[in-house]
């Protein structure tokens, strides 16, 4: 009988980028913060929650990208590497790309966000029922904050951040629509934002 065991399927080093985007990058979450861990984790799952968490602690310290080992990687967030590439590591790759929180590039690179975006309607809406509660209650606290005159100096500061990284005039009203700035307030802020500083005004 061949007794020759079987090598363990081992994972090859992930190749991970920042995935750059002005507007998120600017008014999203960190992976580790309360919002992430509150409302995207019954979304993405622990596993892929865990994984976000131990990448951006990559990022800190390698902020473009880097070549992280796999096997350790998944051993760090408890999965170990079983299953090999067809194991609960790589599936929670796959949900991360899902929901739009990382992507494929080529030669096998994976381009991950930095900062994770607020939930959307619909995402917000799979939540479960006391979780979808505290949403909307953040979001009516944000539209409270957001009604004071202080506020709209905010929001302007926010566009103009926004249109200073090259983000255009709809990308900033829909970023700042998405952090529930009403459409006046976002409208205010934008044509504040694209005013001249008053020591140019004289130079147009």
């Known amino acids: 009988m061949d007794t020759t065991l079987t ?3 081992t994972l090859p080093p992930l190749l991970v980028m920042a995935w750059r985007d002005p507007v998120v990058d600017t008014l999203g979450f ?3 913060s309360t919002y992430v861990e509150r409302f995207w984790l019954p979304l993405l799952g ?3 929650t865990w994984l976000l968490r131990r990448l951006a602690s990559e990022f800190d310290d390698q902020p473009d990208g880097f070549s992280i080992d796999a096997a350790d990687c998944a051993r760090s967030i408890g999965i170990g590497n079983r299953g090999g590439q067809n194991g ?5 790759i796959e949900r991360c790309i899902r929901f739009g929180v990382a992507r494929q590039e080529d030669h096998g690179i994976i381009a991950v966000r930095t900062k994770i975006p607020p939930l959307n309607r619909q995402q917000a809406r799979r939540l479960p029922r006391h979780l979808a509660g505290q949403h909307r209650r953040w979001q009516d606290d944000q539209l409270s ?3 004071h005159p202080a506020n709209d100096a905010h929001a302007t500061r ?3 951040s926004l249109l200073d990284v090259g983000a255009s005039r709809v990308e900033v009203e829909e970023q700042l629509r998405r952090w529930n700035f009403d459409a006046a307030a976002a409208n205010r802020a934008i044509a504040s934002a694209c005013e001249p500083a008053p020591g140019q005004r004289g130079r147009l």
């Not at 609960?88 to 929670?92: C, E, L, N, T, V």
């Open 145 to 147: 904050r957001n009604t």
């Open 30 to 32: 960190d992976p580790r």
């Open 46 to 48: 622990p596993t892929s």
């Open 158 to 160: 926010l566009a103009r």
């Open 7 to 9: 090598p363990a399927r």
């Open 88 to 92: 609960p590591f790589h599936r929670s």
